[in-house]
């Protein structure tokens, strides 16, 4: 029997390196930079923060079969790596309500709704244009003012939504990777 394994667990300690920074609020600040947050840095195109503002439900033709797929665009509000611009449109596998049988809840992709605050770490897109956060639902945060929340920890455990920690904190970590 072969064992299924989740794409998340490419990165499976920053889970647990996030959940250490909520027990301990402002460790993340004086935090070295752990490996996993480099990863998702170094993987993505694109990292942003930004408000989902639409969402539509579309199809991409993969090797002969069409697969369900969703388009969604974002306001960008502060661009971290990548071409800055204003929107950011891309598609990723699976339907916009996700769920059990879908392909992308299947594989650990989150799903975004309109008018909630995300900060995003894009993979390049496909040649098919297919994209997804870096480490699948690991490279994606949601945004509740100036806070940030995991949409998924290691191995796809949820934190409580009253579980954050700074938005700021991890903006500079970010910008620290990223400088030469």
Do not use: N
Request: aromatic share 8%; net charge positive.
């Amino acid at each position: 029997m072969v064992k299924k394994r989740h794409l998340s667990t490419r990165i499976p300690r920053l889970g647990w390196i996030l959940a250490f920074g909520l027990m301990f609020p402002g460790t993340l600040q004086g935090l070295d930079l752990p490996s996993e947050l480099s990863t998702l840095t170094h993987s993505a195109e694109q990292v942003f923060q930004g408000t989902c503002v639409a969402v539509r439900e579309a199809t991409v033709e993969v090797g002969g079969a069409r697969l369900a797929a969703t388009t969604y665009v974002f306001e960008v509000h502060d661009h971290l790596k990548g071409t800055a611009s204003r929107r950011v449109e891309f598609r990723q596998v699976g339907r916009p309500e996700g769920g059990p049988g879908d392909l992308g809840f299947e594989v650990g992709l989150p799903t975004y709704r309109v008018g909630t605050d995300y900060l995003l770490f894009l993979l390049p897109a496909s040649r098919v244009g297919l994209t997804s956060p870096a480490g699948a639902a690991e490279g994606a945060f949601r945004l509740v003012g100036d806070r940030v929340q995991p949409l998924a920890t290691g191995h796809g455990l949820r934190l409580p939504p009253t579980e954050s920690f700074s938005y700021d904190a991890l903006r500079a970590a970010v910008r620290r990777e990223m400088a030469p």
